[in-house]
Structure formats: C-alpha cells, structure tokens
C-alpha cells in the first residue's frame, strides 16, 4: 500500500467514522476500487480496518478528555463511597451513572461480536450488496425516528434504559453498512433525545468498543503479510485528525440540523452500489 493511498484511506476513515454514513462501507468500497482487499484473506482487511479505528478512538479521547477524566473521576469517587462513607457531589453521581451507562451500553456489542467474530471477519461482511443493503435499511429506519421522536432530553437527563436500548442498537453496527454512530443515534433518538445528546453519547459509548476490536484485531497486524505496518501507521494518523474534526463538526450540525442530509446521501450511496454492480464496474 503507498503512503498516498494510505493517507486517502486515513481521511476516509476519519470523516466517515463519527458522521452516520459508515466508514466500513466507505473503507471497504475504496478497498476495492484500490485492490487493497484480498478476496482470499478477507480478515487481513477487518484487521486493517479495526486498527486503524484506534486513530479515531485517540480523536475521542482528545475531544472528550475533560469529560472522560469527570467520569473516570465520578465513577471511582462514587462507588467507593459506599465502603468510605464519603460524601459526594450529585456532578460525581452523575458521571458515575454515566461510567455505568458506557459499561452497560458496551455489553450487548461485546458478546455478539465475540460469538460471531468468525463471521464478523469472513467475507460476507465484506460483501458490498450486504453493504448497499444496510446503507439503505438503516437510512430509512433513521428517517423513521427522526419523525417520530420527541428530541426533548438533554445529557443531564440520560437513564439507563437509554443506554441499553442504545447499547442493543449499537450491536446491529456489526453489519458492515449500518455505521456504529448510525445505528446509536438511530437508537437515541427513538429514546427521545435530542439529537446532538444522541451523537454526544454515542461518541462516549464507542470508546470501549473502538478499543477493544482494535486491540483484539492488533496480533492480526503483525502476522499478515499484506498490511504495511508504516502505511498503517500514517492511515491512523490521518485518521485522527480528520475524526477529530467530524465529531466537531458533526455536534455543531446536529445543533441546528436533522440527520435528512446523512439520510439523503446514505440511500444515495446505496443506489450507486447496487448500479455499479449491476453495470460489473464493482464485484460484490
């Protein structure tokens, strides 16, 4: 892989992993054009793809530092409270809560991924009419709860059953297509909050997940003989930043706008898919 292709890759990665279009689809589709997957090793490609989410994951982590450090912070004060009868603040029981909904919003994608791995990494997730398929599937169900939800609650208002029905959508981000960020607004949304809180905790939420298929998929890496380690390591750089500037600019739109644009354009992607099969110009 050259460093050019690197860095294109990096960039795409980067802006599509945050907004809810799906940087799987949009990875695997210049993949192909690229010939950078191999039809014959297809988890060389699910190991490029989640390490080089670890450039985005850096990305949350600086976005989010001071928010990740409260609730870090919260979480311990508060839990230990109950053995050192310390008093605590309701900011510190706040964010323990919120340490407890990224746990228990975790949980669902974790055991689905780990019982289907296998799956997870063979081919058919590569498949780009699966890909097309969920583009637009996830499209119209996002339509769905943009007209039907109420877009009234705040972060401070945040429950658990937010989190688990959050948590029980972010499982069907597995299905390459859907997009981790999709499928969790989606999910926030029917839940009643407001958009940008929706797209705030998903960021949050994807940390643990990001992490773990990253680290898990790492020992991959070193052992293909296909992925370059250096033209890996300039992806992720790049990846980054330009994550770094989706989720700012993904919170400002959701501010004022809807999520039609996402939706407009995830149906359209899903069309030009399915034509450019159809025409032979891409292989499934």
């Known amino acids: 892989m050259s460093i050019w292709r690197a860095i294109l890759l990096g960039l795409i990665q980067g802006l599509s992993e945050f907004i809810p279009i799906s940087s799987t689809a949009h990875l695997t589709i210049a993949g192909k054009l690229m010939g950078q997957v191999n039809p014959e090793r297809p988890d060389d490609w699910t190991a490029f793809i989640a390490v080089l989410q670890l450039g985005t994951l850096i ?17 311990f004060k508060t839990n230990l409270a109950y053995f050192t009868k310390q008093p605590v ?26 019982l289907f791995r296998h799956q997870i990494e063979g081919v058919f997730t590569k498949d780009l009419r699966v890909i097309s398929g969920a583009l637009i599937i996830l499209a119209l169900i996002l339509a769905l709860a943009e007209a039907l939800a109420s877009h009234r609650r705040e972060m401070s208002q945040l429950t658990i059953r937010d989190a688990i029905i959050m948590g029980i959508a972010q499982v069907f981000s597995l299905i390459p297509g859907c997009s981790r ?30 992490a773990a298929s990253g680290i898990l998929e790492l020992p991959k890496i070193f052992q293909s003989t296909t992925i370059s380690l250096s033209a890996l390591a300039v992806a992720t750089v790049f990846a980054g930043i330009s994550g770094y500037a989706s989720i700012a600019f993904l919170l400002h739109f959701l501010q004022r706008n809807s999520n039609l644009l996402f939706i407009i354009y995830r149906i359209a992607l899903g069309l030009v898919i399915i034509s450019l099969l159809a025409s032979g110009k891409l292989t499934p």
């Not at 960020?181 to 990001?210: D, N, Q, V, W, Y």
């Open 59 to 75: 990305a949350v982590i600086i976005y989010f530092w001071s928010d990740i450090l409260q609730i870090i912070s919260g979480f």
């Open 89 to 114: 603040s309701a900011a510190e029981r706040f964010h323990s809560l919120l340490g407890w909904m990224v746990i228990i919003a975790t949980i669902p994608t974790a055991i689905v991924g780990l």
């Open 181 to 210: 960020s999709g499928t969790t607004i989606t999910g926030g949304l029917f839940a009643g909050l407001k958009r940008e809180t929706a797209a705030r905790f998903s960021f949050l939420m994807s940390i643990p997940a990001i």
